[in-house]
T-cell receptor
């Protein structure tokens, strides 16, 4: 069973602060995705990283895939209250012709105004 | 373009009962995956359907079953409900193509409470 561990589990910060969320595994993934989930809604895809060492930026969010494709990080610069939510990472690896995703437990972020 | 929809939004059942949850895929998608998300946890993969056949299954017992219809909508059936089945059930649709990991689009989920 492939496991993805996310840290920290909870994060409560003030508006304007920076933060980094980590996603680690002992397994290699063909791709890794980051989602944000708000209460009462399904996860919404933020980014997919595929290549080891890849860095992607989405406005104030920076995503990095580890060189060995086993870990990833999400860095948010100058956090805003609208960034509040559950951040999930999900790794995908092929299994019998389909790609079965494994999700981490998530990091619950609260940004106070 | 219509997004992924799920029904019902909330449901209360008692132990031993059976439940059917429904999902309509996003327009143009041919694959549906179902997930269980317990409180404080990430989504756990239940199974995936492609062209009306099961195309992968997670670590869930056989009392969790599914169907995909010709219009690519889907049902998740759970028999003999247990208290631990209380969770948010998420459906995600995608366009399957061999050789790459397709992007999944999630519905808002069905919140199931088993008493």
């Amino acid at each position: 069973t492939q496991l993805l561990e996310q840290s920290p589990q909870f994060l409560s910060i003030q508006e304007g602060e920076n933060l980094t969320v980590y996603c680690n595994s002992s397994s290699v993934f063909s791709s890794l995705q980051w989602y944000r989930q708000e209460p009462g809604e399904g996860p919404v895809l933020l980014v997919t990283v595929v290549t080891g060492g890849e860095v992607k930026k989405l406005k104030r969010l920076t995503f990095q895939f580890g060189d060995a494709r086993k870990d990833s990080s999400l860095h948010i610069t100058a956090a805003q209250p609208g960034d509040t939510g559950l951040y999930l990472c999900a790794g995908e690896s092929p299994a019998g012709g389909s790609y079965i995703p494994t999700f981490g437990r998530g990091t619950s972020l609260i940004v106070h105004p | 373009e219509t997004g992924v929809t799920q029904s019902p939004t909330h449901l209360i059942k008692t132990r031993g009962q059976q439940v059917t949850l429904r999902c309509s895929s996003q327009s143009g998608h041919n694959t549906v995956s179902w997930y269980q998300q317990a409180l404080g946890q990430g989504p756990q993969f239940i199974f995936q359907y492609y062209r009306e056949e099961e195309n992968g299954r997670g670590n869930f017992p056989p009392r969790f079953s599914g169907l995909q219809f010709p219009n690519y909508s889907s049902e998740l059936n759970v028999n003999a409900l247990e208290l631990d089945d209380s969770a948010l059930y998420l459906c995600a649709s995608s366009l399957f193509a061999v050789g790459f990991a397709e992007t999944q689009y999630f519905g808002p989920g069905t919140r199931l409470l088993v008493l």
